[in-house]
């Protein structure tokens, strides 16, 4: 199995995002398990008049932080010889009160999947992206985005509420890559991020998060401009 070089991971990042495995997340399935997915459903009951309140103004969840799992699949053409991969490793994402979203991921290293996209509040909503790359919060939670990066496509799609956030990305190379990747080769990142404290990391799975903290890390730009200096939240156990 060719293993993929850091310099591709890198590149990836530096065209846009990380997001998923094979397939999309199941949110019930990882989060309560077979047999907890009654308990799962009421819980969402209860607290959908919450959680459809501050949707209505995505303003109002940009004051805490998510924490959870990245999971990454690359995947080559068939016939091009080289053999797909999986890793998985911890995350975590805030959409920030000053306009900036990001979202941080550790695969083989720390902070080597994840994007940082400045936008504005809008209109109950959020956007942002630059340089032929969009991204979009709507009102009701939704996120879509996507477009060209480097010469190569993207797509971005997902779900934000005050307990938990659900991120698909996917990026397709138009040309080979500097790490040996052939044309066609789609790279899938997918995120599940909980909330702590509002009773979504226990039920995904993860310890108590004791504490908080944040600390500065190189951090990618969304549209393929220079990486910055971002304070990305961390859960203390």
């Known amino acids: 199995m060719r293993k993929p070089r850091p310099e591709v991971l890198v590149l990836l990042l530096l065209l846009v995002v990380p997001l998923a495995g094979c397939a999309k997340p199941d949110a019930s399935t990882d989060a309560a398990g077979d047999t907890g997915g009654a308990a799962a459903a009421a819980a969402a009951t209860d607290d959908g008049a919450e959680d459809a309140a501050d949707a209505a103004d ?25 053999r797909s991969l999986r890793r998985s490793g911890k995350a975590s994402a805030e959409l920030q009160p000053s306009g900036r979203f990001m979202v941080v991921g550790s695969l083989e290293e720390d902070a080597d999947a994840g994007f940082a996209a400045e936008g504005d509040f809008a209109g109950g909503g959020w956007s942002g992206g630059s340089d032929g790359v969009e991204l979009r919060i709507a009102p009701g939670g939704a996120i879509s985005g996507g477009g060209l990066a480097g010469g190569n496509r993207m797509t971005i799609e997902g779900t934000l509420t005050r307990r938990k956030l659900d991120l698909y990305f996917e990026l397709e190379l138009q040309a080979p890559s500097a790490g040996g990747f052939p044309a066609g080769t789609r790279f899938r ?23 908080v903290v944040y600390r500065t890390k190189l951090v990618p730009n969304l549209s393929g ?4 200096m971002v304070q990305v939240p961390e859960c203390r156990y």
């Open 58 to 82: 995505i303003r109002a969840l940009a004051d805490g932080a998510y924490f959870g799992l990245v999971r990454s699949q690359v995947l080559p053409p068939e016939g091009s010889g080289t």
């Open 189 to 211: 990142f997918g995120y599940e991020l909980w909330r702590p404290y509002e009773g979504g990391a226990q039920a995904a799975g993860d310890d108590d998060c004791r504490e």
């Open 225 to 228: 401009g220079a990486m910055g």
